[in-house]
């Protein structure tokens, strides 16, 4: 292999073009496929536009070879039960298996003066390819993270009629899925994911995701390629969201390709909110430059905000290319955030901590893998996600080392809902050597070289930093998860190709480096994983920039039954003193115990009652782990991370919705948890808290603490005119000695309330605390509540609902509001709710927003509750 060092501006000069062009479409209709093994001729055959393709099966493009037999119904849904176990592995049956062609045709020409360039944006794991005849590549491509751009001008058909044909060869090795995480370590060789050979959470991907798995497209363009535009923004000071605005500064360079044999003359401008910067360019015939734009400043500039802080100004921009005829020869268009990311140590935490534009950010974070395990990527999918995640009031996903850098899409929608991205490159302690594993084919030495291939592991980071460096919402840079990438890697990344492509964001080695979080504890530097007792996230201390913490994710009845088989509905039973009994296909899908938290509610009496406990616990745990961090921002914590919200594929563990996008209600304890402007209950000291999570002060908020107990009787133990700061967490009210007697004999309700002048609530939280024994007593006898339920339609896709919970009975607790089809009941998904498994105390009323997709039909709206039984409601117009 060539020294890294010798080669690194090779590698910097060589990574292929992609972006938005002049002209451009998505070859995505009209593929088909063929086993290379039922395949004779070779690829100019195929691809001649004449040969036909008899017996070849319709293809999925963009997708995976599983994603294709999948559509054909050659294959069961691996999601479902144990059909998985029913498809092959590549591992036992072998590479050729899984091998296969994908050919389309495609009609198109080029003008005199024209140039057509056909564009790869990801394939898995190396392909040959071939348009009309010829062969495109004079050696495989190789690399899943490694777009791939070729002229084919000169192969064209002038008929116009063009067949493509590809190849695609799966990952080499492939990894033996022997129960390990990444199986037995081996796909790590690959410069590619880690997940597909299994982990805690998934179980494997039989064909490794092999295939054109992201979006192939034809541009056209003049005699001048513009590719990866580079647009840097700049925000000096401590700014805020709201009011004027002292200038930002815009920077803009790009790389111009000229294909031709001739000299290309012409002007590269760039143009933002009105204005525009440029430079005349001279371009020699088969050149590559870069051309760096003067600074343009940018008057009283609308910023971008972290969900939470402020809002997500876009400013749409256009770079170009232009001849003296300003004809336009190339143009890539964009949406630009203009803020600034900082970061700095803070030395009471010893922990970094981030700013933006100039403020400080308590980070409250969400461990992402990947949307779908399968590869079956959408706008619309991660539209759906992203915005979840900014319900749960988080501020960033970190995209986790085993996985992938995500899709340009996925950049966009974070860019929309205001969630910060940390961006891990594709390495794992698991797989990568850090520990000491029976399960692992090579020992830590040889594992702790993988990849096999380091060359191609830092072009494939060059050509990925270039594709997504320009959305505002990525944040940090990370080189491995809980371990280093080898040295030859990460020294060339760190100290040359980020500086030089990137140089705005931090860079941290590996996930839980002592350079973001000290590990005075020892260990791993994150976890616990699973269910803590609630006072546990408040009085433990656990690292002051937790990357990852987390617990259960169990949905209701109606997600398990998606997945699991009538069969295997069956509640798992915990025994303290012996092994809990668990049914074979949650085993499967990975479930992660619930074990004693369920039996304060009373031991279920069906699966369905167990799914419904276990949403208590949901809420309840993932509300106390925000809260409990939040207690102690910038004194203990800078941030946390949660171990995870989203899973790509059935699991049962580490989820705030589910794989079918059906929230659980873990989703809105966050969201209740997350808030911006929070008061909360400390059970630990029986304070009650406020955590002001925006760079707003706040006077004049009446702070009310009330009890009610089963019955519904209130009893109101204060109400004080409060005020808070920016940035902070503050302490105001015991209320210990009077908790302990109101709950000591059924437990009972803690409501806590911040309202503004207009008697308007900024905050809201419901507890439902246990008995003097810990039990929830009362709540297992509390009688039902007459819920009164409307709907009525604000807009198209928009509802406005209402409980309302008459006088002189109890509490209405924890409901859950569902949009569902009016014929057969079933859920709508996507939906999102303002609030959900919200409680209604007796003689009050709540609404909440929903919003959803329009359908051809009405929709109804279904509630059901703790103690209020299930009704449905037509939404009135």
Not at 759 to 780: C, F, M, T, V
Not at 803 to 828: E, Y
């Amino acid at each position: 292999m060539k020294s890294i060092k010798h080669s690194l501006l090779a590698l910097l000069l060589a990574v292929p073009c992609w972006g938005q062009a002049q002209t451009r479409y998505e070859l995505k209709t009209g593929w088909q496929c063929s086993p290379m093994a039922k395949t004779k001729e070779d690829g100019t055959v195929l691809s001649s536009p004449a040969y036909p393709l008899a017996g070849w099966m319709p293809a999925v493009v963009p997708g995976t070879v599983l994603t294709t037999l999948l559509a054909n119904k050659q294959i069961p849904d691996p999601f479902y039960g144990m059909n998985n176990e029913k498809i092959p592995d590549v591992y036992h049956v072998g590479r050729d298996h899984y091998t296969y062609w994908f050919a389309t045709d495609f009609q198109e020409t080029a003008k005199p003066g024209e140039q057509v360039w056909l564009n790869f944006r990801g394939i898995n794991y190396s392909c040959d390819v071939y348009l009309n005849g010829q062969k495109l590549t004079n050696r495989p491509h190789t690399g899943m993270f490694l777009r791939k751009t070729f002229n084919i001008t000169p192969y064209l058909q002038k008929s116009g009629k063009n067949r493509l044909a590809v190849i695609v060869h799966p990952p080499n090795p492939v990894g033996n899925p022997n129960g390990g995480q990444g199986g037995d370590g081996t796909i790590a060789r690959n410069v590619a994911h880690q997940y597909v050979a299994g982990w805690d959470w998934i179980q494997p991907v039989r064909d490794r995701n092999t295939g054109i798995w992201d979006k192939v497209t034809i541009e056209k363009t003049g005699g001048v390629n513009l590719k990866n535009p580079h647009v840097v923004t700049s925000v000096p000071g401590i700014r805020q969201p709201d009011g004027p605005q002292q200038p930002a500064l815009v920077g803009t360079s790009a790389e111009l390709e000229n294909p031709t044999t001739v000299r290309q003359e012409g002007t590269l401008r760039f143009t933002i909110n009105g204005q525009t910067v440029s430079k005349k360019v001279s371009l020699a015939p088969g050149t590559t430059t870069t051309v760096q734009l003067p600074t343009l400043t940018l008057a009283n500039p609308r910023l971008w905000w972290p969900a939470g802080y402020g809002n997500q100004h876009l400013y749409p921009a256009t770079v170009q290319f232009v001849t003296g005829t300003q004809r336009v020869l190339d143009e890539e268009t964009m949406q630009v955030g203009v803020r600034e990311i900082q970061t700095a140590w803070n030395n009471t935490t010893r922990s970094r901590q981030i700013s933006v534009n100039g403020q400080k950010v308590f980070i409250k974070g969400a461990n992402w893998i990947i949307s779908d395990a399968m590869l079956r990527f959408s706008p619309e999918r991660y539209n759906a996600e992203i915005r979840f995640h900014r319900d749960m009031n988080l501020n960033l996903i970190r995209i986790w080392g085993g996985a992938l850098t995500e899709r340009p899409e996925f950049y966009e929608a974070c860019d929309r809902y205001g969630l910060l991205v940390m961006q891990d490159f594709w390495g794992s302690g698991d797989c990568n050597g850090r520990w000491v594993d029976p399960a692992k084919k090579d020992d830590q030495w040889t594992r702790r070289k993988y990849p096999d291939d380091h060359g191609l592991f830092l072009t494939s980071a060059i050509d990925q930093i270039k594709m997504i460096r320009n959305y505002a919402s990525l944040a940090m840079w990370c080189g491995g998860n809980e371990i280093t990438l080898p040295q030859d890697i990460m020294t060339p990344l760190r100290d040359s190709i980020l500086p030089k492509l990137d140089g705005t964001r931090w860079f941290i080695d590996y996930s839980n480096s002592d350079e973001m979080s000290y590990n005075f504890l020892g260990g791993n530097g994150d976890g616990p994983y699973g269910i803590q007792p609630v006072e546990r996230f408040w009085s433990y201390r656990t690292w002051p920039f937790n990357s990852e913490v987390g617990s259960v994710g169990v949905g209701d009845y109606t997600s398990l039954a998606r997945f699991i088989p009538a069969e295997n509905m069956v509640s798992p039973v915990y025994r303290p003193s012996g092994k809990s009994q668990v049914d074979s296909v949650w085993n499967y899908h990975k479930y992660i115990g619930y074990d004693a938290s369920i039996d304060p509610y009373g031991a279920p009496a069906d699966v369905r009652d167990f799914a419904r406990k276990a949403q208590l616990v949901n809420y309840d745990q993932y509300r106390a782990l925000m809260e409990g961090f939040s207690a102690h921002m910038w004194d203990w914590y800078t941030g946390t991370i949660i171990w995870k919200t989203q899973n790509p594929w059935t699991s049962l563990r580490g989820q705030m919705y589910d794989y079918y996008l059906d929230p659980n209600a873990g989703l809105y304890g966050l969201h209740s948890g997350s808030e911006p402007l929070h008061i909360m209950y400390n059970p630990v000291d029986s304070l009650v808290m406020v955590a002001n999570n925006t760079f707003r002060y706040h006077r004049d908020m009446m702070m009310v603490i009330q009890v009610y107990d089963m019955a519904g009787k209130d009893s109101t133990l204060t109400q004080v005119f409060s005020e808070i700061g920016p940035t902070l967490v503050r302490p105001y009210v015991p209320i210990g000695r009077t908790i302990k007697a109101l709950t000591k004999e059924k437990g009972a309700f803690l409501r806590l309330r911040l309202l503004d002048l207009n008697r308007q609530p900024l905050s809201e939280n419901i507890y439902w605390l246990p008995d003097a024994k810990g039990n929830h007593s009362g709540l297992q006898q509390l009688a039902k509540a007459s819920v009164q339920l409307s709907a009525r339609q604000l807009a198209p896709g928009r509802v406005e609902v209402m409980l309302a919970n008459p006088a002189g009975g109890p509490m209405a607790f924890f409901n859950r509001i569902s949009l569902v089809d009016a014929t057969t009941k079933t859920r709508m998904l996507p939906v999102f709710y303002s609030d959900n498994y919200l409680s209604v105390p007796p003689g009050e009323k709540k609404t909440i927003t929903v919003e959803y997709t329009p359908t051809t039909t009405a929709p109804l709206v279904s509630l059901e509750g703790w103690n209020v039984p299930e009704q449905f409601t037509p939404i009135q117009r």
